[in-house]
């Protein structure tokens, strides 16, 4: 039976029309007044509008209600409180109050806080954000909220996401004020999330014990098949795979989440979604809740979904894609170059203003997207490199180079293609190309950051990018402040000239895959931050801190938290996977080795018992092979069980994490060259766990 699908859209969302419906029209201009405008919320708009969310909760089955968080565990938070309040006389009322809507007290002691919080001091606040709207799901009221500590620290990814897009706002609307367009009063940043994943069967995930514990696969040789054909990308969809994919899309259209598009990715069992842009902290918001329904629909359908950015060595790993743009409140796009982007001054400043602030602030970009699954990914022929430069394509690069040299640009009209075939209809080619080696690609009227790890939340990078830009802004702004209106197009072309020349070597539109882009971004001076524990130590750099405090982004506490919360992600992340590797080795590995090697010798025997001058040569060479990868599993685990001891062994948490990136990772690495040599020696039927090619094609 066919559903009706914008009937269906937003029905678990408390939106807009809901809240038009169900509040009084004075209470309901105020609130409207508070999410368009950031103004502050009076205590009886907060109690009507609470009154009316919980109607309409209870009214689709809500008996609870949350506070939903996003502490920096890049995960989701939430604790339960239902609407009864007894009254007094063994019956309850449901009841909710304005005061429970806009403040919740979770327990602050035990999310990560890098040294704010001790241990002893548990009171936290979380506070609720109007401008993402509250939902219902499993049958409780939930309401997207900033969280902090009792003394104000932030404690999430939510409030300085807000912090950062009420910056940018401030700086983007001077900037259009200078330029003369004073209409407009709001600037937003919206985001696109693309989210890459795979899907694997939910039993053979459960005989993996690393894909359990480590969300990747910490040993396992190459299927006979991997992606070398290039047949699964864009490829037909499998019945299996196609039924998860339609009940994905409604759950997440139930809950607003506008998923747009869906598709098979390059390697095997790997998969995309992309929604519609959305307001930067509502996009944020929507991708986790993605992320949790992707594994949960998964589930259902006897899948397991994994967002780990490499859990298949050999083939393509996944990414998300942040599509970033600003829009004025009239609905204009400033990053929209029109049909003739030479003559298109305001989005010139403000493209050059993106250019000078990834520039000036590359590292913080890469830091923004750095972890330990990622750094497998970036720069592996499959992902941008760990080198942030930008592609602009010629048009535009064409553009800004005449604007330096002062020439005028002769710029191509719109090409109609023809390619051939009279019964197919013509179409106008882009004036840019894609370039998929690009870290930060203009892709005709946004940027598309491309480094973004799955399973990261994507609140950093757009906390980074706003405050960048918004500090570009500023710059430029300040040198057209006291410039008179009739000699403003001279001033902004002086300035585009110079912005253009001082900020031209981080447009690169190559290819980023090759050895010489590497020598040729070297030779330019731009950053190439390999893995996390090499891109951190930046965060905390003078240039860095002050960006992050000027803006008000954070406080020096919570960027120095920050910086050791990331860095003892990093190496518990890697301590887990050498343990498991251990585990794994010991457990299941040499116990296997052992018991072929009993049946060769049985074999052997039983083959000399019946004629004595019988060859047992090819038993005899399988086990002196796996004999010796025996030996070399046993003495490569043992060296990486104390190389892993002496790298926690480091008080300093920036050691302790360099450690375990420079040496546990190579004795990994090693243990599984072994590991994956002798897996292709043995039989199915002993392996203690299912290889690559059930985990990759039997969905």
């Not at 069967?201 to 910490?218: A, M, N, P, V, W």
């Not at 990715?265 to 809740?289: C, G, M, R």
């Not at 506490?557 to 498991?580: D, Q």
């Not at 546990?664 to 690559?692: F, G, I, N, Q």
Request: glycine content about 6%; aromatic content about 8%; some cysteine.
């Amino acid at each position: 039976m066919a559903q009706n699908i914008p009937e269906l859209y937003g029905s678990l969302v408390f939106n807009d029309k809901i809240m038009r419906s169900k509040l009084p029209k004075d209470m309901y201009k105020a609130l409207r007044k508070t999410i368009q405008n950031g103004t502050h919320l009076e205590l009886d708009v907060a109690n009507s509008v609470a009154v009316a969310m919980k109607e309409w909760a209870i009214e689709n089955g809500a008996t609870h209600y949350t506070h939903w968080f996003q502490p920096m565990t890049n995960v989701t938070a939430e604790k339960h409180d239902s609407f009864i309040s007894p009254t007094g006389d063994g019956q309850v009322i449901m009841d909710f109050s304005g005061k429970e809507l806009v403040k919740g007290e979770p327990d602050a002691s035990s999310f990560p806080s890098g040294g704010l919080r001790a241990t002893f001091e548990a009171r936290g606040y979380t506070a609720w954000d109007p401008t993402s709207p509250a939902f219902i799901k499993d049958g409780t009221l939930y309401i997207p909220t900033a969280f902090c500590s009792y003394s104000g620290e932030a404690l999430d990814k939510k409030t300085p996401l807000l912090r950062s897009m009420e910056t940018l706002n401030r700086e983007a609307l001077h900037m259009l004020h200078l330029l003369g367009n004073t209409t407009v009063k709001h600037v937003s940043t919206t985001v696109g999330p693309e989210q890459e994943y795979f899907l694997v069967d939910k039993e053979l995930y459960r005989q993996r014990r690393d894909l359990i514990f480590c969300g990747r696969t910490l040993i396992g040789a190459p299927a006979p098949k991997g992606q070398e054909m290039e047949d699964h990308y864009f490829g037909a969809l499998k019945p299996r795979v196609s039924a998860y994919m339609h009940d994905l899309d409604m759950e997440l259209w139930k809950l607003g989440i506008p998923a747009k598009t869906k598709h098979n990715e390059v390697a095997p069992a790997q998969h995309e979604l992309a929604p519609v842009f959305d307001t930067s902290n509502v996009a944020v918001d929507h991708n986790q809740l993605t992320m949790e329904i992707m594994k949960k629909v998964a589930d259902k359908h006897g899948l397991v979904c994994l967002l780990h950015e490499k859990p298949f060595d050999g083939i393509n790993g996944s990414g998300k894609h942040n599509n970033w743009s600003m829009i004025t409140d009239g609905g204009l796009n400033l990053l929209d170059p029109g049909k003739t982007p030479a003559e298109n001054t305001q989005f010139l400043v403000f493209l050059t203003a993106v250019i000078q602030a990834v520039d000036d602030y590359a590292d913080l970009l890469r830091i923004s997207v750095a972890s330990p699954g990622n750094d497998h990914r970036l720069g592996a022929n499959e992902a941008p490199p760990a080198i942030v430069s930008i592609f602009l394509g010629d048009e535009l690069t064409e553009v800004l180079k005449a604007i330096e040299n002062d020439q005028y640009f002769n710029g191509q009209c719109a090409v109609q293609m023809d390619i051939g075939a009279k019964v197919l209809p013509h179409f106008v080619k882009d004036n840019t190309d894609r370039n998929r080696t690009s870290p930060f690609a203009f892709t005709g009227n946004k940027f598309e950051f491309r480094m973004l790890g799955s399973a990261a939340s994507v609140a950093n990078p757009n906390i980074v990018l706003n405050t960048a830009v918004a500090e570009s802004l500023r710059q430029l702004s300040e040198k057209l402040k006291d410039v008179a209106p009739e000699d403003m197009e001279t001033a902004v072309h002086k300035l585009l000239k110079e912005t253009i020349r001082d900020h031209k070597r981080i447009i690169f539109n190559g290819n980023g895959y090759t050895d010489e882009w590497v020598k040729e971004a070297q030779r330019r001076g731009l950053y190439n931050l390999k893995a996390t524990p090499d891109a951190l130590p930046f965060f905390i750099s003078d240039k860095n801190v002050k960006l992050l405090t000027n803006h008000k982004i954070f406080t020096k506490e919570e960027i120095h938290s920050r910086y050791e919360i990331w860095l003892e992600n990093y190496a518990k992340t890697i301590n887990i996977e050498s343990n498991t590797m251990a585990e794994m080795v010991y457990k299941d590995i040499l116990p296997c080795i052992l018991s072929y090697m009993e049946q060769l010798a049985n074999t052997a025997c039983l083959k000399k018992s019946v004629a004595a001058d019988i060859s047992t040569d090819s038993e005899a060479v399988l086990i002196k092979r796996l004999t010796r990868l025996q030996n070399t599993i046993l003495e490569e685990t043992e060296r990486l069980k104390e190389d892993t001891l002496k790298a926690n062994s480091y008080e300093d948490i920036l050691n302790c994490s360099k450690a375990f990136e420079t040496t546990v990772l190579t004795d990994m690495a090693r243990v599984r060259k072994a590991v994956d040599e002798a897996e292709t020696l043995l039989p199915e039927s002993l392996l203690p766990y299912p290889a690559y090619d059930k985990l990759l094609f039997s969905v």
